[in-house]
């Protein structure tokens, strides 16, 4: 049995740095150091990946209900609005002026912008007959005093 001791020391092969073995991380050969670096960069690189895809989704997603959809999907991802926004920004200030990835990122905002200021499309009521129309209205006032009670609760 090799037994370690704290003054035995090894070369990182990343840094180049006379590092104790204990500092190292088995996985890599590296030392802790470079791998929490490591680490670092291949978060951000999976991060800026998946902020590609989504820009490149909703530039030419025709729908609206799929738009909000794929944001959920960001928001879920990376914890919310605001940090999904705060990711995307950073991705988009590191991009290349110029870039196919910058040039997305505006189309994708374009897009959200456009996707907001759509109002629902509203349903053809002449394709429906009056016992129809009469239970979707008694659904949502259903809904919109359930909305109300909870508000007052
Ligand atoms: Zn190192």
């Known amino acids: 049995m090799v037994t370690i001791t704290d003054n035995q020391t090894r070369t990182c092969p990343d840094c180049l740095q006379l590092v104790p073995i204990r500092a190292f991380c088995s996985h890599r050969g ?3 150091r ?3 670096a490591y680490m670092r ?5 999976k991060q800026s990946r998946t902020i590609r895809q989504f820009t490149a989704q909703v530039k030419r997603e025709r729908d609206a209900r799929k738009v909000q959809a ?3 999907q960001m928001f ?6 605001d ?4 990711a995307w920004k950073a991705n988009l200030d590191a991009a290349p002026r110029g870039s ?10 374009l897009r959200l912008v456009e996707t907001a200021n759509t109002p629902a499309p509203q349903p053809d009521c002449s394709l429906y007959s009056d016992a129809e129309l009469q239970a979707a209205m008694d659904r949502e006032a259903q809904k919109a005093a359930l909305r109300l009670l909870a508000r007052l609760s």
């Open 83 to 86: 940090k999904f926004a705060a």
């Open 30 to 32: 590296i030392c802790y």
């Open 76 to 81: 879920a991802k990376f914890g919310g609005v």
């Open 100 to 109: 196919r990835g910058a040039f997305n990122s505006y189309l994708a905002i």
């Open 41 to 45: 960069r291949y978060r951000a690189a």
């Open 70 to 72: 794929l944001c959920g």
């Open 34 to 36: 470079c791998y929490a």
